[in-house]
């Protein structure tokens, strides 16, 4: 099931259990013993980092897919807050480098050990650090040129050790395939639904999203069933296929423009509707895929950084889910965002 360590770092008490947070993720992920300490390290840096300089904030510690859709799990670590931001990102992630309105010194630490490391911060708005450690080094998951990476974050609600929503991105072939499921409710019970879906996505990556959500149906039966969202990037034809079914939202970027791609009604593994039409677009450098669960505000508002799409997928989504949330709108469910984009020329 989807655990994931969501530590609100307020106190210096909560810079332990960011450590042992990584640490319990590690093993998950069977990390060795030198990984480990590096996947503890960071967790130590960027909730001490937190506290000292961005006012306090959130930690999350999660086991995901690698962003380029080959198999494995990598250590995630994301620290966000909304505090003062960091004027010079580039000199704040160097090490020796502090100021009262960055993260501090310990930015370089992070990107040096980790396997990826990413960084967005507006002044006045606040900043998400995000690191991956994966099972060695240099050699993590393989880096071949792929036209898009996928990332996420996932926030249990209420602090729960298990979210109900899952997400995964699974490469098959010449098919890349993007998954957001929401199991029904919250809890444990709804965990094991979207961990099924996980699970049967893994079996059937070479199918179509159509296909998929039909094999998919069968394999959440006798679950509470979950809406599903897939989205699936066909290399050879250049071309993304969308289905979906239930509450998950999707909006593609293609240029200066923002669309919903639409769901069908019903529940994966309770009600399938009998027919799955799928969404068709171009991919391209300036397209962005965003997927959603009903812990998001229906009308959140795009990012409009343009600096976010070149950046790490899984900031993306963690920006996203930041500037979404208020104190004014009490979070009734789990939330995840899970981000398409395209890789940017200079990375692999």
């Known amino acids: 099931m989807p655990r994931v360590w969501e530590i609100p770092v307020h106190d210096s008490t909560r810079v332990r259990d960011a450590r042992v947070a990584a640490e319990e993720a590690t093993a998950l992920a069977r990390l060795d013993e030198s990984r480990a300490a590096a996947a503890a390290l960071v967790a130590t840096e960027l909730a001490t980092n937190l506290l000292k300089h961005g006012g306090g904030g959130q930690l999350l510690v999660d086991v ?19 505090g003062p931001g960091i004027a010079d990102v580039g000199a704040a992630s160097g090490d020796g480098f502090s100021t009262a309105g960055s993260l501090g010194a310990g930015l370089g630490t992070c990107r040096r050990v980790a396997d990826d490391f990413d960084l967005h911060s507006i002044p006045g708005r606040g900043t998400v650090a995000l690191a991956r450690v994966g099972a060695s080094r240099p050699k993590t998951y393989t880096r071949e040129p792929v036209p898009a990476r996928a990332g996420g974050v996932n926030v249990p609600f209420a602090g729960n050790a298990f979210s109900g929503d899952a997400w995964t991105f699974v490469r098959a072939e010449d098919r890349l395939t993007l998954m957001l499921a929401d199991g029904l409710g919250h809890g444990p019970g709804a965990a094991r639904a979207s961990s099924a879906a996980v699970e049967e996505l893994h079996r059937s990556a070479h199918l179509r999203p159509a296909e998929v959500l039909g094999r998919l149906d069968g394999a959440l039966r006798g679950t509470r069933g979950a809406a599903v969202a897939l989205a699936q990037l066909d290399l050879r034809a250049g071309r993304l296929r969308f289905a979906g079914i239930g509450n998950v939202g999707a909006r593609l970027r293609e240029g200066d423009n923002w669309r919903h791609l639409l769901s069908r009604p019903g529940i994966v593994g309770v009600h399938r509707p009998r027919s799955l039409p799928e969404a068709e677009a ?22 409009s950084d343009p600096r976010l799409p070149a950046m790490d997928p899984a900031v993306v989504a963690a920006v996203i889910v930041r500037d979404a949330s208020s104190s004014a709108r009490p979070v009734r469910d789990d939330t995840a965002v899970a981000v398409l984009s395209p890789t940017p020329p200079d990375r692999p």
Request: glycine share 12%; proline share 12%.
């Open 282 to 303: 171009a991919w391209g450098a300036d397209r962005l895929l965003v997927l959603h669960s009903d812990g998001l505000p229906s009308r959140w508002t795009p990012p």
């Open 64 to 82: 995901v897919a690698p962003p380029t859709g080959r198999a494995g799990g990598v250590v995630q670590i994301a620290a966000v807050d909304h």
